[in-house]
């Protein structure tokens, strides 16, 4: 009984944070930061297919073009930020949020609160391994991926996670297909002129975000299949694979401009945020 009551305390305090002004105001933040790497990821892809720049269009690839001027030091440490709040939103969130559903539902929700948590996670820390400028190399010396390849079962396991990231592709094509994501915009976000060109940020944006971790994932999956952990690769190498395919740069090109126009869906969001 004792250990149920705690549990209740921690959800309906999670539940109190949630709806807090004060995170409101950091999500908002937050959610800017997030939508500036997207835009950042958007700008080194195109110019990759325009042929007028060697970079990664990765989010460490992209935040790395702010590293060595010291206005963009500060930008890398407020994106790192405003993205740690995100991971203690959505933290939150899988804690004591989603009122109004149960049962199943309810564990899906939460648990993407805590796969949205862990996305955030990983792209912060990235930014600060940027900003310490200890993430600029290429590759490094052996891969996640190799690494979990040589555990017991291991194989199976990127196989999982392969699924589990062309499955969070799926999700969002359907959720740009379905303008699900409007529900992320209050009344005013929605209406007028402004919000026409939202929900079109919001459509192409989740399409093309939902394409390129279908790409990344189909990467790890036949990293998988074949024991070669060197074929799997991040959203860098999949747009690489993308660029060298018939009619790649133009493929190339009309991702950067839907990655692009999710990260105004975010900044969009970041202004009309429904609560």
Known sequence: MAQTTAG????????????????DRAVRFGLVAYGFVYLMVAWVAAQLALGNHPGRPSPQGALAELADDPV?????????????????????????GHAGVDGVELLAARTLSVG?????????????????????????????????MDWPGGQWIVGLVALGIIGYGFAMVWTGCTDRFLRHLDGDGQTGDS??????????G????????????????YAALTHEPRKSGGLDQGLAKVLHEPF???????????????????????RHRSR
């Not at 209740?8 to 995170?23: C, H, I, N």
């Not at 792209?123 to 190799?146: E, F, H, I």
């Not at 790649?248 to 970041?270: D, K, Q, S, T």
């Open 8 to 23: 209740e305390r921690l959800e309906r305090a999670g539940a109190k944070a949630d709806r807090s002004e004060a995170l």
């Open 248 to 270: 790649g740069p133009w493929l190339l090109l009309m991702i950067a401009v839907g990655v692009g126009c999710y990260g105004l869906f975010c900044l969009a969001w970041a």
């Open 195 to 204: 919000g026409r060109a939202y929900m079109w940020f919001g459509r192409v």
């Open 116 to 148: 949205k948590a862990v996305l955030y996670g990983a792209l912060g820390v990235g930014a600060v391994r940027v900003a310490l400028g200890s993430g600029q190399s290429r590759q490094a010396p052996k891969t996640a991926t190799a690494t979990v």
């Open 72 to 96: 963009g030091q500060v930008v890398l440490w407020a994106v790192a930020v405003g993205l740690f709040v995100l991971v203690i939103w959505r933290v939150l969130e899988a804690v004591g």
């Open 206 to 221: 989740h399409v093309a975000k939902g394409v390129a971790f279908g790409i990344v994932g189909c990467l790890v999956g």
